[in-house]
């Protein structure tokens, strides 16, 4: 009866981490360097980021109708929210290369057209 109840737990847990993988594996991914960032008053808390080589039909923007200049979007007053943002400023100040993910979701902000971030990072190729 243990090997029983400890066989399905390793199955829980192997559905569990799989589930995340795959969820993990839908969200749009960008590689590259930034084009633009823009704040404001009358965003509020909104930042908007503009990637090199925008484009409506590239993979990060797929799961969004992206009509507009705006390639990703993301909310600084959420925790980790300013780190994006000064890990966003860093990158654009010093031209270097950095991963942005999304969450394969547009809604959250009046630029509802506009991926949500889910996180950023530096990188070398």
Same mark, same amino acid.
């Given at each position: ?21 795959? #969820? ?16 404001? %008053? ?6 908007? #980021? ?8 590239? %993979?990060?923007?797929?799961? $969004? ?6 390639? !990703?979007? !993301?909310?600084?007053? #959420? %925790?980790?929210?300013?780190? @994006? ?5 860093? @990158? ?13 979701? $547009?809604?959250?902000?009046? !630029? ?7 996180? #950023?990072?530096?990188?070398? %190729?």
């Amino acid at each position: 009866m243990r090997n029983f109840k400890l066989l399905t737990m390793k199955n829980i847990l192997s559905f569990f981490i799989l589930t995340l993988i795959s #969820v993990n594996s839908n969200a749009a991914s960008y590689s590259g360097k930034i084009d633009s960032i823009a704040t404001g %008053p009358n965003l509020g808390n909104t930042i908007l #980021v503009r990637v090199e080589g925008h484009s409506t039909t590239a %993979p990060w923007s797929t799961s $969004c109708s992206i009509s507009s200049f705006w390639s !990703f979007k !993301f909310d600084s007053s #959420v %925790p980790g929210g300013k780190e @994006a943002y000064s890990q966003l400023l860093a @990158a654009y100040a010093s031209q270097s290369l950095i991963v942005i993910e999304g969450t394969n979701s $547009c809604t959250g902000s009046a !630029f509802t057209d506009i991926q949500n971030m889910s996180y #950023v990072r530096f990188y070398t %190729p």
